[in-house]
Structure formats: structure tokens, C-alpha cells
């Protein structure tokens, strides 16, 4: 069964940093993009970053030269980790993490974690 266990958000201030952190685990992810998306209430999922299998990335202009996408091994799983600097009010939301389609920037389950909350506020 695949999972998606995120971590790593809270509070931070208008030009703080935070890093946030997603377990996948449940099938093999070794060939497959991972990424980043995040969703405020009222409005649909957005994509925020992707991570190739060889670590090519991809961002939204939103966070570009911004956050840093990167991606990890472990024995049992996949880590997949977002560093964002640089935060703003705009990027608070609840950020989720999934495998993607290939060639695209949709998200390959319907399955989703519970999400890590990231507040940006003065």
C-alpha cells in the first residue's frame, strides 16, 4: 500500500526558512518523479516542485529560486525533502508530496498523507 507520511512544517516568519520532509513508502519509487504540492482551503491542489528520478527539478515560478527540491533512499522508502527560504504569506498552506505521471506535473495516486501545514505570518 502506498503512503505519504509529510513532516516538517509550522510557523514562520516573512523571509524564514523551513524544511519540510515526506516518507513514501509502499511501491518503488526509484523510476518515477516525486514532488511537492501544495493546496489553501477554497482551492484546488497546486504543483510546487518535482524531482526526476535522476534529480532533475522542476518548480513553480511561485517558489523558483526559492525552495530547493531533493530526494533520498532509505532501505524501506523514499525521502523526498522541500527547503524553502525566503517564505512569504502567499506560501502558507498544507503541502503534500506524491509520486507524479510521468512527463507531467500530476500526481500518480489519489491517495494522499494528511499533509504538513506551513503558516508564514508576522
Known amino acids: 500500500q502506498v503512503q505519504f507520511v509529510e513532516s516538517g512544517g509550522g510557523l514562520a516568519q516573512p523571509g524564514g526558512s523551513l524544511r519540510l520532509s515526506c516518507r513514501a513508502s509502499g511501491s518503488d519509487f526509484n523510476q518515477y518523479s516525486l514532488g511537492w504540492y501544495r493546496q489553501v482551503p477554497g482551492k484546488q491542489r497546486e504543483f510546487v516542485a518535482r524531482?526526476?528520478?535522476?534529480?532533475?527539478?522542476?518548480?513553480d515560478d511561485a517558489v523558483k529560486d526559492r525552495f530547493i527540491i531533493s530526494r533520498r533512499r532509505d532501505y524501506a522508502s523514499t525521502m523526498v525533502y522541500l527547503q524553502m527560504n525566503n517564505l512569504q504569506p502567499e506560501d502558507t498552506a498544507v503541502y503534500y508530496c506524491n509520486q507524479m505521471i510521468p512527463k507531467t506535473v500530476r500526481p500518480s495516486f489519489d491517495s494522499w498523507g494528511q499533509g504538513t501545514q506551513v503558516i508564514v505570518s508576522s
Open positions: 524531482v526526476s528520478s535522476v534529480g532533475n527539478t522542476l518548480y
